[in-house]
């Protein structure tokens, strides 16, 4: 309890010294985290990356066992299983089949823009912060004439630039975890490929 409270008060003190600039860079870290939360409990449960049942679903059509690789296909865990199905039981749908896989991956790509904005608008308000604090530093210093502390200009001067510190430290672990999901979801995209056109021209994927 006297860690958590230690905690906020570092908190609150942290906010105090960088304004409402550093309040809202610590909300928007917080939704975005949230958001990641997120997005790894959804591809959890899409099973994103588990591709090992599909290939071995489509390496038991390629060897004509359509009913084994039926099987499979439906007992998947994966959020392309559907996918792969379809394609087994319906070989003249391309069409209908890359929509369905178009459908699936461009809902777990749902939050992605959200992410991409956090991160490039985080930069630029940690940016703005330290502009409105130099401002303010600089303007002390004026009003001060000829009896400016020097120690005070500096203080102003390095909470100023903590805006811009606040501002990348969101935006750089936001934009590889959002350039890890894009990678993953490119992966997604090259397996539905493989799966469909597999399932439509048995042989294909392994020949």
């Known amino acids: 309890m006297i860690h958590l409270l230690q905690a ?17 860079l610590i909300g928007l870290s917080v939704l975005s985290g949230a958001v990641v939360l997120w997005k790894l409990a959804q591809f959890y449960a899409a099973g994103v990356g588990r591709h090992a049942p599909l290939l071995a679903a489509l390496a038991a ?20 299983g559907p996918v792969l199905a379809l394609a087994l039981e319906a070989r003249d749908a391309r069409d209908r089949l890359y929509a369905l896989a178009e459908t699936r991956l461009a809902r777990l790509e749902g939050g992605f823009r959200l992410l991409d904005a956090v991160a490039q608008t985080a930069p630029l308000l940690g940016l703005f912060g330290t502009v409105l604090g130099m401002i303010a530093a600089f303007r002390a210093m004026q009003e001060a004439g000829q009896s400016v ?11 100023a630039l903590m805006t811009t510190a606040a501002g990348l430290a969101v ?37």
């Open 149 to 159: 502390d020097p120690s005070v200009l500096a203080g102003g001067i390095w909470v």
């Open 8 to 24: 906020r008060d570092a908190l609150v003190a942290f906010i105090d010294l960088g304004g409402w600039v550093v309040a809202l």
């Open 61 to 80: 059509s390629d060897a004509g066992q359509q009913a084994r690789a039926l099987a499979l296909a439906e007992a998947a865990q994966s959020h392309l």
């Open 171 to 207: 935006a750089m672990p936001l934009t590889a975890i959002l350039s890890w999901f894009e990678g993953r979801m490119a992966h997604e995209r090259r397996i539905a490929e493989t799966l469909i056109e597999g399932a439509l021209h048995p042989g294909l994927a392994h020949g």
